[in-house]
């Protein structure tokens, strides 16, 4: 269908804008092995992001794992969540951890930081939430729990580029906070990542590790992958950050258009906007209530895919339900998450949605009311 609208579109600089970008690689030949763009690119997203150390990688998940090994985290257990994308669980049980699943608060669907402490035991060696949909977790909360007992912080941040909590980058909290800069997200740079901490000695060990753990021409003191962002993908980064506060103001006007027409219908629920947090408006997920609005999620989903309109039940299902967690885990130990992955859409959301897009998108899922 021609005019089927996708659930999310790839935000791009020009044509021309990115060649002459990518020009100068043509006169050096620097394609990867953090050249010029990288580097470049790099200390942009320092200073846009208000942080102090920022490494790049080829991903977000690539990301966690090499923050959990440069920690020195080999072995014990890790308190997350399991209403994420899978790749936050594989990154802990790829690194030799233990993940333990804590359930979700209702309304922004973040970890429920209430019911931390709790789960934590003498194996217990961090904390690894994950800010959702661009809602951040209760920071505060957290971080008192960690320092109390002794615990690392990792947030998954994949969500959250450009956003502040009390005027502060939100990569700035925590020891490390770990971003995907994926092409389907609010800034990209068709595939990448980056981790974001504030102390020094991480800088050497991360870049090693990122580059299999090669020290210098002869010595390799770690055992990593091969994990470097190329000057291609910088490149497009470069252009992208220029863009991206123009980028982020049209999706809030979106976002602004959906709570309009879906925030006063039964058996509906939107997420609240957080206070004092400069919003990002990544996603756009409702949580169909069926005994209210007299259809469920997988009926609006249908019923908008018949109409040429892309959404995602996002995340669905949780991680400890999926075939890979499901004999290990037990789904029913968190029932927030649980019932909210049953109930979630993400709709629609990207800088270049037509505001009669929204409309259209809008009357499909009344008419199933």
């Not at 790049?56 to 794992?65: K, Q, Y």
């Not at 690894?128 to 002794?150: F, S």
């Not at 580029?161 to 800034?187: L, M, N, P, Q, W």
Request: aromatic share 8%.
């Amino acid at each position: 269908m021609s005019d089927r609208i996708a659930v999310t579109r790839s935000s791009m600089p020009t044509l021309d804008e990115y060649v002459d970008e990518v020009r100068s690689l043509w006169d050096s030949h620097w394609l990867t092995n953090a050249g010029s763009k990288h580097e470049e690119l790099r200390a942009k997203l320092r200073e846009y992001m208000g942080v102090s150390h920022l490494e790049l990688f080829t991903n977000g998940h690539m990301a966690i794992e090499l923050s959990l090994a440069a920690l020195g985290l080999t072995s014990g257990e890790v308190i997350t969540s399991p209403f994420t994308f899978v790749s936050t669980t594989h990154a802990i049980v790829r690194s030799g951890l233990t993940p333990v699943f804590c359930d979700i608060n209702e309304d922004d669907f973040t970890i429920d930081a209430s019911k931390i402490e709790a789960l934590i035991t003498d194996r217990t060696v961090a904390i690894l939430p994950i800010h959702v949909y661009g809602n951040i977790c209760d920071i505060d909360a957290i971080q008192e729990i960690a320092d109390r007992h002794g615990l690392k912080v990792i947030y998954d941040a994949a969500h959250t580029f450009g956003e502040t909590y009390r005027d502060r980058g939100i990569g700035t909290y925590g020891d490390v906070s770990c971003y995907s800069f994926h092409a389907t997200k609010v800034y990209h740079t068709i595939e990448g990542g980056a981790a974001c901490y504030s102390d020094p000695p991480l800088d050497l060990k991360l870049a090693q590790i990122r580059d299999f753990g090669i020290v210098d021409e002869e010595k390799v003191a770690y055992i990593g992958p091969n994990a470097k962002m190329h000057e291609f993908s910088a490149a497009m980064g470069i252009c992208n950050l220029r863009h991206v506060d123009d980028e982020i103001a049209k999706r809030a006007k979106v976002s602004e258009r959906y709570r309009e027409r879906l925030s006063s219908v039964p058996g509906l629920r939107l997420s609240p906007l957080q206070k004092e947090v400069k919003q990002n408006h990544a996603y756009f997920p409702v949580v169909f209530e069926p005994d209210l609005f007299g259809a469920d999620r997988d009926e609006v989903f249908e019923a908008l895919n018949k109409n040429g309109i892309g959404a995602r039940k996002y995340f669905y299902p949780i991680t400890t339900a999926m075939d890979c967690y499901k004999d290990k885990y037990d789904a029913d130990s968190t029932p927030v998450a649980l019932d909210i992955s049953k109930k979630v859409l993400t709709i629609p959301m990207y800088a270049d949605l037509a505001i009669s897009d929204v409309d259209r998108i809008c009357d499909v899922i009344l008419n199933c009311h």
